[in-house]
């Protein structure tokens, strides 16, 4: 549909008014006209439609503006509306402006802009009629005056097919994933940019920007009445250019202008424009990362993910409260973030939403474009080459993505065409009180269609390999946060919100369809069954859970002091009485370092050292625990303060070896989990989890065993404790082992070069035949302070 659109030949013919309309209600200009015809005037309309044009009231321009056919073979009427020109000369063509090429001077119908002319655009016989361009004369407000040639915007041809509108509105126009924005095109040869917007209630809808004084009356748009949906092509307008939609509601109100809903690019914040976005034309470098990826069994592979906020991560020279213009773009982030997490070890960057969002104290997280990066960090050209650095470097990309609810900006969604066309009507279903933010009405095919479409956009468009949703809670329940009264039930009477549901299911379905081998993460708090459960077999198919409650325990028992911890020992314990029941992602998020919180560092209680052994005690439990990795940025070398998105990370620690230990040890615990299939590929399974000591409260101490489903990789052996007290010749049941089997320590989180007292078991003990803990064979180990040791038996 793009390259074929044709310009507009066989118009309408145009109609003349009789009746009220006489002649000495007319323009001067009009009558001249009429009397050098010599036929009924076909430029005579009423001062009604005059009007229309000059207050920005036209319901059907192209019925109006543009080349109108009249009675007489290749005779033209044409309008435009061109409001402080001195003069409008239609040109024959598409080149040239000699004056041999003008074909006709239009007359000024009113003092408002409006110009009209009878035009002979008769082409050969049996051919449709030439094109033309219109001169136009502006004065250079110093005295002189400056020409602009350009085409006729109504003088193309309808640009959607019928196939792309019942696509929309189906709610399916992520299979058309052009259909909907600002589209660079050509249409007949001439290049320009394609515009289409979603406002079904709208009276009026125009393209306004720089390149039109921001005058809604200079473009008004086509209504295409089957979906809802107004199209404008506007010539010679490309990619760069700064653009709105002013719209006019149902009831004549002039609303704030809005932000195209499906814009792929903007202006720089508090900038609201949105902008005319090139093509993603990347040659991408990752083929061999795609494919693998595309059968790769994602649940069986090691996955550890660093969170980041991309504007706090660095600030160039280390700025606090600096401003938009002090914050790192993607190739900066390139050079730094990537190789700095690929030393950490970890699979992932997943980055806090960068779709853009007017406030950035909302950390992304109340985004108003969901097709565009955010103009903080650059272009989306430089975006998808970030992503494509980051999988040549082997590190995968997941966005944060938030479908629950949207900011209420008068230039977002908003009431966008003057009706709650994306939110609900009813507050008690359109407006969420915790976020002061309005919620998506999934029950709209269009809404869902378009937040689909986001999502594909950044899994196929930008090469993302996972999208982690927030707020899924929300969306699953009516009744979240609101008492009695304040929610509506579902069509059974339930708290159930069926139409996120619904939504929810065919988000994973298409994804896991058109994605194969990308991630959909949800962070859901409650106990709602089934969330990483396939939709066919009645879940809601996401890949993975974020492990909230395993979250909520074990900060809880870490912030403990020591010697309480003891009457809290099933903080721990009790994650594995459900570890199995989904597949789950244990996060420590920012969630956990805002707000009063504290950072990871300053939740461990004692002083300077037992906090970062606790730390480094507590990230050992962490990735020998069943369950895929996630840890906030700083987290990896115990930033003291808590996160601040207005300044950078206190990188000035890492030249304290106590807190450059805690990095290295996160780094080794990155490639430990790597290297040994045990620690990741039963995280799903409870055959790969074994309880060795889980009820030793007076003590602490925990052990347990980790092995492989998938193949004969030896288990890992983990041991916890979680006090300050070194347990020496502390006896632990092992399963049968060859006879004098070496077990290797691995990893000590108490080792000196973490920062440790370097108390352990001189890198391996000797199994022994004597049973213990109902097992036939046991070790006799050191159990270091607060500390977690990790030992494998060599041979097995």
Not at 20 to 35: F, M, V, W, Y
Not at 278 to 303: L, N, T
Not at 495 to 509: G, K, Q, V
Not at 644 to 666: A, C, F, K, T, Y
Request: one cysteine or more.
């Amino acid at each position: 549909m793009a390259q074929g659109a044709s310009r507009q030949r066989h118009l309408p013919d145009v109609k003349t008014t009789t009746g009220n309309n006489a002649d000495s209600d007319q323009p001067s200009e009009i009558l001249a006209i009429r009397q050098l015809a010599g036929w009924i005037d076909p430029l005579t309309f009423d001062r009604h439609a005059i009007d229309a044009a000059e207050t920005g009231r036209l319901r059907d321009p192209f019925s109006f503006y543009g080349p109108r056919s009249i009675a007489q073979d290749g005779m033209y009427v044409i309008r435009t509306f061109q409001p402080g020109a001195l003069r409008v000369e239609v040109l024959a063509g598409t080149t040239g402006d000699e004056e041999d090429c003008v074909l006709a001077t239009l007359t000024p119908v009113s003092s408002g802009g409006l110009f009209s002319g009878i035009v002979d655009l008769s082409g050969e016989p049996g051919h449709t009629p030439q094109c033309y361009r219109l001169r136009i004369t502006w004065p250079d407000g110093f005295g002189g005056t400056l020409r602009q040639i350009l085409e006729d915007p109504y003088a193309f041809d309808l640009l959607l097919g019928d196939a792309e509108l019942q696509l929309i509105a189906q709610g399916l126009q992520w299979q058309a994933p052009d259909c909907l924005g600002a589209l660079p095109m050509t249409v007949a040869g001439i290049e320009g940019t394609r515009f289409t917007v979603w406002a079904p209630n709208a009276m009026r809808v125009s393209v306004v920007g720089d390149f039109n004084q921001w005058d809604g009356r200079r473009h008004p748009m086509r209504l295409r009445h089957e979906a809802g949906v107004w199209e404008l092509f506007i010539p010679r307008l490309s990619a760069g250019e700064r653009y709105r939609y002013e719209i006019r509601a149902a009831d004549g109100t002039l609303l704030p202008q809005k932000a195209d809903p499906a814009a792929r690019a903007t202006s720089l914040p508090p900038d609201s424009a949105s902008v005319i976005a090139a093509p993603i034309d990347r040659r991408w470098s990752d083929h061999d990362w795609m494919r693998e990826r595309a059968i790769r069994q994602h649940a069986a592979a090691p996955i550890s993910i660093y969170e980041v906020h991309a504007a706090s991560w660095r600030r160039p020279g280390g700025k606090v409260n600096a401003s938009a213009d002090d914050i790192v773009d993607w190739n900066e982030l390139g050079d730094r973030l990537i190789p700095y997490v690929r030393q950490c070890g970890f699979t992932h960057i997943e980055l806090l939403p960068i779709m853009e969002h007017p406030f950035g104290g909302s950390w992304g997280y109340q985004p108003l474009s969901q097709f565009a990066p955010s103009a903080r960090f650059g272009s989306p050209q430089a975006f998808a080459a970030f992503v494509d650095r980051c999988h040549q470097a082997g590190l995968g990309v997941i966005l944060d993505w938030v479908p629950a609810h949207f900011p209420s900006d008068a230039h977002g969604l908003a009431r966008f065409d003057g009706s709650a066309l994306y939110e609900h009507a009813d507050a008690r279903e359109g407006y969420h009180q915790d976020w002061n933010t309005l919620i998506y009405n999934l029950g709209r095919n269009e809404v869902a269609g378009m937040l689909i479409a986001s999502a594909l956009e950044w899994l196929e468009r930008y090469h993302v390999d996972g999208l982690r949703v927030d707020a899924v809670s929300s969306m699953l329940y009516r009744d979240y946060s609101r008492k009695q009264g304040e929610w509506i039930p579902n069509r059974y009477g339930g708290r159930e919100n069926l139409e996120a549901i619904d939504f929810l299911r065919l988000l994973n379905h298409v994804v896991r369809e058109r994605c194969p081998g990308v991630m959909v993460i949800a962070e859901e708090s409650t106990a709602w069954p089934g969330v990483s459960m396939p939709e066919d077999e009645g879940g809601l198919g996401f890949s993975y859970k974020w492990n909230m409650g395993w979250m909520h325990d074990s900060l809880q028992y870490m912030q403990r002091e020591p010697v309480h911890r003891r009457y809290h020992h099933d903080d721990l314990t009790f994650g594995l009485c459900y570890a199995f029941s989904e597949r789950f992602v244990l996060a420590i998020s920012h969630d956990e370092v805002v707000h009063g919180k504290g950072s990871l560092l300053g939740k461990m209680p004692g002083d300077d050292w037992q906090q970062r052994a606790n730390l480094r005690a507590f990230l050992g439990f962490m990735w020998t625990h069943p369950g895929k990795k996630l840890l906030f940025m700083g987290s990896e070398f115990g930033q003291k303060s808590e996160w601040n998105h207005d300044s950078e990370l206190q990188w000035e620690l890492l030249i304290d070896p106590g807190h450059s230990g805690i990095r290295d040890l996160v780094g080794d615990l990155n490639r430990l989990y790597r290297s040994e299939a045990a620690l990741y590929d039963s995280d799903a399974h409870a055959e790969g989890f074994q309880w060795l000591i889980g009820d030793d409260a007076g003590n602490s101490v925990f052990a347990y065993l980790r092995r492989s489903v998938a193949s004969d990789a030896p288990p890992v052996l983990v041991v916890c404790n979680f006090t300050p007290v070194p347990r020496e010749a502390y006896r632990i049941g092992i399963p049968a082992a060859k006879k004098g089997a070496r077990w290797r320590e691995v990893l000590n989180t108490d080792a000196h070069c973490y920062g440790g007292s370097n108390t352990g078991n001189l890198g391996a003990v000797i199994a022994q035949d004597e049973p213990s803990h109902g097992q036939p064979a046991s070790l006799l180990l050191t159990l270091p302070p607060l500390a977690t040791i990790v030992l494998q038996c060599e041979g097995s």
